[in-house]
């Protein structure tokens, strides 16, 4: 008996470490994350918490399973740990009443991070940016599909989904993603990844095409102002860094230096200007409640600007205080429609610079491993950074969910790629150089 235990356990260890459950755990993953509120509108919040939960476990076991293969340091980068640990200490100054609801916000947030950790150590750039694709292709695919049932073949709602069935008068329409905003988010990132897998010949070309045309037919769909700003800065940032790709190595970090300093002095001067801009936008559809919001938000925010209100995610159920600006405004609200204004309502100053170290180091370290790296798969990381930033301006998604799950992913990543761990650890893995999976055409491609 003990003996059939042993085999078990092996046979169990050795499945934990396959690349073949690796894969399967990644896309089963990144499925779930993308389709958490299709799951929560179809079946509710118990079927989303017991998926993510046993998700979560699986992760953790996989990476018992490989700890021979992995280091203490660099595991996980240090801002978001501490982030992760401030999130669990706002318990010690929630109100009274709310504490059961910070602790399942922050053991939601620590199952995704366990998720994101685990699949960002079981496969590489290139098989994280493969699987991001195949698991889009089929979704952004099941979207287009139930809007043109429910607006063309049989022409009724579908309620539980939220599909409205307008396709037929040109959208705006929202797929199995429960929003023409997140759809949009959604298209464009699969767009981003579909011409990367293009680019670097993963996938055949006719997949490559049917996919890119695919995710511009639902960005246009989507009638998301959100997706529009979305697509024009990445067209921004995927040209600096093609700038950067393309400059000689040794004027490469001048280079870099110039792009940073830009962006901080965009960012710098979005902040001296805020109220114009602010302003300017609320004259405009669509955007004024935004404004309305944000500013009822800031005033709560005055009562406790250094520690927040206390985790508790997204605004389900309306804890306080989001009950009562959702009775000031006279609208209800799921979040913050901001992910840097729901940090701070949350976690105070103190939550938002972890926040913002987090994402800023992030982005940081998968830009320079995309500019020294000859492979265009690279970009994928920068680029997603990108697009989840510059849409935590407009929502919440990176507070939860699927936006932090991509955030853990690539900020992880992005700390194997490019890291001052080996200086002090040299038995520390060293990522491979990424390459197409068997089977798949041609070689990870230069930029062009």
Request: aromatic share 10%.
């Amino acid at each position: 008996m003990t003996s059939m235990r042993r085999a078990a356990g092996a046979a169990l260890a050795d499945l934990l470490r396959s690349a073949a459950f690796a894969r399967a755990y990644t896309v089963t993953a990144l499925a779930a994350g993308f389709l958490t509120t299709a799951i929560h509108a179809v079946n509710g919040p118990v079927v989303v918490a017991t998926i993510v939960a046993g998700l979560a476990a699986i992760g953790a076991a996989i990476l018992v399973a490989r700890r021979d293969e992995l280091s203490f340091i660099g595991f996980a980068p240090t801002s978001l740990v501490l982030f992760v640990v401030w999130a669990i200490t706002s318990l010690a100054w929630a109100l009274d009443g709310t504490h059961s609801r910070t602790l399942g916000a922050w053991l939601a947030l620590v199952a995704w991070t366990v998720i994101g950790v685990t699949i960002a150590h079981v496969r590489d750039t290139l098989q994280i940016a493969r699987a991001v694709g195949d698991v889009l292709r089929w979704l952004l695919t099941a979207s287009l599909a139930a809007e043109v049932l429910s607006g063309i073949i049989l022409d009724v709602q579908f309620e539980t989904l939220g599909i409205e069935g307008l396709i037929a008068y040109g959208g705006p329409i929202q797929g199995l993603f429960g929003s023409r905003n997140l759809l949009g988010f959604v298209a464009v990132l699969g767009l981003v990844t579909f011409i990367i897998e293009w680019r670097a010949r993963a996938v055949a070309r006719q997949v490559a095409v049917y996919s890119i045309v695919l995710a511009a037919v639902l960005v246009v769909f989507s009638g998301s102002p959100t997706a529009l700003v979305l697509v024009v800065m990445l067209v921004v940032a995927e040209l600096a860094l093609s700038a950067a790709r393309r400059t000689p190595r040794e004027r490469r970090r001048r280079a870099n230096a110039v792009i940073a300093s830009f962006t901080a002095a965009a960012f710098a001067l979005a902040l001296l200007l805020h109220r114009p801009i602010i302003d300017f936008f609320a004259a405009r559809s669509g955007f004024a409640t935004r404004a309305e919001l944000w500013s009822e938000v800031v005033s709560w925010v005055r009562h406790r600007p250094i520690t927040g209100w206390g985790f508790f995610g997204t605004w389900q159920n309306e804890p306080f205080p989001t009950n009562i600006v959702n009775l000031s405004l006279d609208s209800p609200h799921g979040s913050a429609l901001n992910a840097f204004f729901d940090v701070l309502l949350q976690l105070g100053w103190v939550g938002l610079l972890l926040f913002a170290v987090l994402a800023v180091l992030a982005l940081a370290r998968a830009w320079l491993a995309a500019a020294d790296r000859r492979s265009v798969v690279y970009a994928w990381l920068p680029l997603t950074l990108v697009a989840l930033l510059v849409e935590s301006m407009f929502e919440s998604y990176t507070v939860s969910d699927l936006g932090w799950l991509l955030l853990v992913v690539c900020a992880v990543r992005a700390g194997q790629e490019r890291s001052w761990r080996r200086e002090i650890d040299p038995t520390a893995p060293i990522p491979p150089p990424a390459t197409p999976a068997p089977g798949h055409q041609g070689s990870a491609g230069s930029a062009g």
